[in-house]
């Protein structure tokens, strides 16, 4: 009985979260003061996680100072999560009728893209791409949020290896 | 009967205004542009929003994003703002009465704008706006940020002009 409640209450908890999870990195050093932006959002929802991915990166502290918008002069990196493919029109409603009972799986997949300009010029594109299958229901561990995570990670980490951003 | 609908009316009309604590500042006319500033602001999602209300204000002759080279003039931004929301289940009543129940919203920023030439800060100035607002059906909370970032923005180009620390520009 115990056992049953304490992996209700996980799963409740960590399964149906969609907030982003941390960062699995941590700069050492922070970049000169740069410009971070991401394409306008569409929906509120959008606008949310954008929030979200911001603070996200901001807490890595591998940014002294994050500015939005192209300059001229400087360093500027566009973040862009468009582009994927989430459950569709079926599984949703299927899933909705259903009060997210029934396990409907479907495939869905993030990606991530970012540029990093200099001076106004393109330097480097990064693309990173994650799949997989996962059902709407609220007991199957929702995977997109943590693979959103994982890209982000990985492309801080290969900023950091490129060494194309001084640090302060 | 009458005195309720008068007191009702005038509830609905006084008590919805908006109120800040940051005096709104008049911004005298016909005098020269400020040189052009190159604003640097530390939030990239209201990065646009920021240059545009100093843009509006109609002082600088220009504003522009990014750094700029050694000699330009350039404004550092810093600004937080903190939103406060009644308790959960106040919402949840106002949601149930289709919000005929007033929520009462605040939103605290404060914003400091570091004014430096040639790398060394020429003066610091920071503005704290508190803004407040019952928000009901018909008169929702959005715009609240904006009147406050178009405030903050006077207050910051009024007292540029009245320093005389960013050089006006003569037309030529």
Known sequence: MIRTTLLAAVL???????ALKPLDYKAERAYVPMSVTMPSPVSRFEQQTQ??????????????FMDGGFSKTGYSLLVDQRGGKGAGA???ILGALTLLTLPVPYTYERQLHGSLFKDGQLLKTYAYKRGGWTATTW????????????????LMRDLEHD?????? | MNRFITFSALALLTGCATTHTLPERALPDGKEYLKPIHVMIDDP?????IRNQLRETGVFRSVESGRGNA????????????????????VLLSAATLFLLPLSVSIDTTTEFSLQHNGKQLKQYSYRNV?????????????MELQSGHRVARAFAEDVQRDGLLPEEHAQ
């Open chain 1, 163 to 168: 060494h194309l951003i001084p640090y302060q």
């Open chain 1, 51 to 64: 929030r979200e991915v911001i603070q996200l990166l901001r807490d890595t502290g591998a940014f002294s």
């Open chain 1, 139 to 154: 007991y199957i561990p929702m995977t997109e949020p943590r693979s959103e995570s994982e890209m982000l990670s990985e």
């Open chain 1, 90 to 92: 079926l599984p949703a």
């Open chain 2, 45 to 49: 999602l209201n990065a646009a929003q």
């Open chain 2, 131 to 143: 803004t407040h607002k019952y928000s009901w059906l018909l008169d929702g909370p959005g715009g």
């Open chain 2, 71 to 90: 000699d330009d003039y350039s404004v550092w931004v810093r600004y937080n703002v903190q939103r406060d929301m009644p308790p959960f289940p106040v």
């Open chain 1, 12 to 18: 409740l908890l960590g399964g149906c979260g969609t």
